[in-house]
């Protein structure tokens, strides 16, 4: 599977954007999705997780409510929908698939796939 993640751009506090990961591959259907994102300096964290219907959905606390994961498996695209962007949102953000671990993975080692990272950036 081979992942693309884009979407990502400069934003002002408050706003909006839409992340979408593209999967190539005919198993990307049977996988959890994940999402994750790094700042400079920071480790890579844990943003959210949808399994592979799309029936559940897992958040970091610090995007909860903020964000939503979801995914159109018709179109091997996966989507994270980041509403009330705060400055301490601004990261590479990457998406992720399959994973190893029990519902829900939150660990990058839990998933074996990843894209290139796409750049959010939140001015204040």
């Known amino acids: 599977v081979q992942l693309q993640a884009s979407g990502g751009g400069p934003v002002q506090a408050g706003g909006s954007l839409r992340l979408s990961c593209a999967a190539s591959g005919r198993t990307f259907s049977s996988y959890s999705v994940g999402w994750f994102r790094q700042a400079p300096g920071n480790e890579r964290e844990f943003v959210a997780a949808i399994n592979w219907s799309g029936g559940s959905t897992y958040y970091a606390s610090s995007v909860k409510g903020r964000f939503a994961a979801s995914r159109d498996n018709a179109k091997n695209l996966a989507y994270l929908q980041m509403n009330a962007l705060r400055p301490e949102d601004t990261a590479v953000y990457y998406c992720?698939?399959?994973?190893?671990?029990?519902?829900?993975?939150?660990?990058?080692?839990?998933?074996?796939?990843w894209g290139q990272g796409t750049q959010v950036t939140v001015s204040s």
């Open positions: 992720a698939a399959q994973a190893f671990a029990r519902w829900p993975p939150q660990r990058p080692q839990d998933f074996a796939y």
